[in-house]
């Protein structure tokens, strides 16, 4: 049987989680920020690594590839655009990888916007998307354009509802206090609220999601809805534009960052 199982890594800093998908011989590693609690599980569980998954180059996601690759001689992917030391398999768009060993078949999708390289891990109706798409937000704009990530987020978005969103970072109780800003008269994203804060209250996560939940909920993802066009005209008191999705969301996501 297949597990999911989330390893949370530089909490208080960064509050990452790095995923483990594994049945009860094997593992996949998902942007190993550090090494130090994979190699406690590995152990603990008595898991064989076949593979460490990278999304993008930033430290708190590889920081752990050389420690882990120094214990197992194991094949490191990573997105091609991008140099990060270690990554032995560079992977663009619709390159697929396969491990027969859980039964795992994962699709390549580029997704540039947080950073230009950024790739995310698609199949077995799970989603692992590192800084792209959070919890009722995106990771910020790095690099690119609006319209790259507005693109990135719409490719997301067309997946299956029912996928299961494995991002990299606990943000989803903080991004929820801006998505009411931006649509106070959402009704179910007032209810995500509350089931959200119940979860945190219990030290419980709240990722992974469903991808409906983000379509219901995340204004990164919801450019096209009126209370969100006039909420952000509001903030910006006119100064910007919102004449169509790509320039929502770039005044979204600069609202986000002064937030």
């Known amino acids: 049987m297949l597990k999911i199982t989330g390893l949370p890594a530089l909490t208080g800093t960064y ?3 790095i995923w483990l998908i594994h049945t009860d011989q094997f593992a996949i590693v998902v942007d190993p920020g550090v090494a130090e609690p994979v190699l406690n599980f590995l152990s603990t569980q008595q ?19 050389k420690s882990l690759t120094e214990v197992y001689n194991i094949p490191v992917y990573g997105p091609r655009l991008e140099a990060i030391s270690g990554v032995t398999e560079r992977l663009s768009e619709g390159d697929e990888i396969a491990f027969e060993a859980i039964g795992v078949r ?14 995310a891990y698609f199949g077995n109706g799970l989603l692992f ?12 704009m790095f690099e690119g354009t609006p319209a790259q990530y507005w693109g990135s987020l719409q490719r997301l978005a067309n997946l299956p509802p029912a996928t299961a969103v ?11 206090r801006f998505a009411r800003l931006c649509e106070p008269s959402n009704l179910r994203l007032r209810q995500r609220q509350s089931e959200v804060s119940e979860l945190r209250k219990k ?9 409906a939940d983000e379509l219901a ?12 066009m006039q909420s952000v ?10 004449d169509d999705e790509v320039a929502v969301f770039a005044a979204l996501r600069k609202w986000r960052d002064q937030f």
């Open 129 to 140: 998307c590192g800084d792209t798409l959070f919890g009722c937000a995106c990771g910020k």
């Open 233 to 242: 005209s509001h903030y910006f008191a006119n100064t910007l534009p919102v």
């Open 15 to 17: 509050d990452n989680y």
């Open 217 to 228: 909920t995340n204004p990164f993802l919801r450019c096209n809805q009126p209370e969100i």
């Open 203 to 211: 030290d419980s996560p709240t990722v992974p999601f469903s991808l």
């Open 166 to 176: 494995y991002c990299a970072h606990e943000y989803t109780e903080n991004n929820i």
């Open 47 to 65: 898991l064989q690594p076949l593979a460490i998954l990278i999304t993008h180059r930033h430290h708190d996601h590889v920081s752990g590839i």
């Open 106 to 119: 994962l699709k390549i999708l580029e997704i540039p916007g947080h950073t230009l390289g950024h790739i």
